[in-house]
């Protein structure tokens, strides 16, 4: 594993792995540890290049560190990406290699669950480092798959947006989903629950039309979901699709979704305001995941996730009022909000 330093104002290291023997591959970045050992998953996904792999963990390790300041957990950010061998592979073996990565940070990176991972694979690396969450644990005690804890954040988040500042009921209203793993299924359920209307979408065609049907949704193409008529966009696939292309074919009023770095750039942001279109920032919405993860690690109980999961909606009031009244995109906000946290912690360090 070669380590490489990159500067900047909060990122600090970048561990490459290439495993000669196995033909492993992938990237651990680690933004921040400020406030903490970096926390973050492990993505398993296939990558063109490995300039294209090591930029999605970049982008992924920064909005740990800002998604997990703002939850107020005692964890810096970071994230693995693992590039997905082409055909046959032994995942054991990929997840062994990975665990020896972890382990060779001797703490600095706490990894977990993210898009391809699941807790079998968790189960590997935990037989070679102790810094791995999203594990089975003691009844009562936190731990597990996060995606449920994602899922229920995002929801909170949705309904508090819609009926606190766009003032309309999330019941009965139309939300398109886009995306329907782990953290997408879940809340596709939590709002059927409620009794919105869903329109839902996934990669998997097949897989999205079982779904629509046992659950009484509509199924349209992947490449439809953005433009249908609804209330609400709900991004829970992978990041970048808010962009110059596809920001003018929204017609939802609240996009609030559980994908990572849903914006593609910060002009982006800047371009919803122009449209009239409430974001909600996806770091701040999505961060039930990770604080089921911290509580593991902390061997905490699920009463107090909880309780943290349960303040991520009012957390995200706060940010979206002050957004409206400063004329602001609401990423701008919170990354603003993350980044004095983090500073702050440094300087008190440093006195």
Known sequence: MVQIFEGGSFQERIYVIND???GV????????????????GCRFWHYDSQGEMAADAVRLAKGMSYKNALAGLPFGGGKAVI???EGDFDRRTVFKVFGEAVAALNGDYVTAEDVGTTMADMRVVRQQTFYVAGLETAKGMAGGDPSPWTALGVFQSMKAAAENVLQFELRGATVAVQGI?????GLCHLLKQHGANLVIADVDETRAAVFATELGAKCVGADEIMEVDADVFAPCALGGILNVKSIPKLSARLICGGANNQLASDADGISLVEHG???A?????????IINVSAEYLQETTFQVEQRVNQISG?????LQQALRQSRPPGTVA???AQQIIASTRKSEAA
């Not at 793993?181 to 299924?185: F, K, L, T």
């Not at 920032?281 to 995941?289: E, K, L």
């Not at 957390?315 to 940010?319: D, F, V």
């Open 25 to 40: 591959t992938g990237i651990i970045v680690l933004h921040s540890t400020v406030l903490g050992p970096a926390a973050g």
């Open 315 to 319: 957390r995200l009031i706060g940010i």
């Open 335 to 337: 990354d603003e909000m």
């Open 83 to 85: 590039q997905r061998p």
């Open 281 to 289: 920032p996806d770091y701040v919405v999505n961060a039930g995941g």
């Open 277 to 279: 279109i409430l974001y």
């Open 181 to 185: 793993g782990n953290v997408g299924s």
């Open 20 to 22: 000669d023997n196995t």
